[in-house]
């Protein structure tokens, strides 16, 4: 799992522990607020309540209430994730000697001179084939990436 989406997972966690129950135990009919924490931890329970009775009102209600909370939780956290994500540094990777040997991404690559310090050759594919004019991996920015794949 990557870290984001542990950060994640455990916040939506931590806002649905903490706000669902209540919900479910404040809204719930006096006769079925005794069932709030089976209702919570069992969703067969939840979603088995007839449609229309005043269970499922509520269920529904308390459910829809926390997801509310959860979307303007992660809009929060994303907005300024967004213009952060515009001041990084583009890092050229196809430039850097990765000392790549054996299967690379479905294609075999071979290291010039057999040392691992030379640059990668992807088999079968050459300057003529990617256009003629320009080396094998060459970034060309999503710009030009993107009129590529208008063009065609």
Do not use: H
């Amino acid at each position: 799992m990557e870290i984001g989406g542990a950060v994640g997972g455990a916040v939506a966690g931590a806002v649905w522990s903490a706000n669902l129950l209540p919900k479910l135990q404040t809204y719930l009919p006096e006769a079925s607020k005794g069932d709030a924490a089976l209702i919570f931890g069992n969703l067969t329970i939840a979603k088995g309540f007839a449609e229309g009775s005043a269970e499922r009102a509520v269920v529904v209600r308390g459910y829809q209430e926390t997801m509310d909370l959860l979307l303007v939780v992660a809009v929060c956290l994303c907005v300024p994730l967004l213009p952060l994500s515009l001041g990084l540094r583009d890092y050229r990777l196809d430039r850097v000697d990765q000392r790549v040997r054996g299967r690379v991404i479905g294609r075999v690559a071979e290291v010039e001179g057999g040392d691992g310090g030379g640059e990668v050759e992807e088999e079968g594919r050459g300057a003529e084939e990617e256009g003629g004019d320009r080396d094998v991996g060459e970034a060309r920015g999503w710009r030009e990436w993107w009129r590529r794949r208008v063009d065609n």
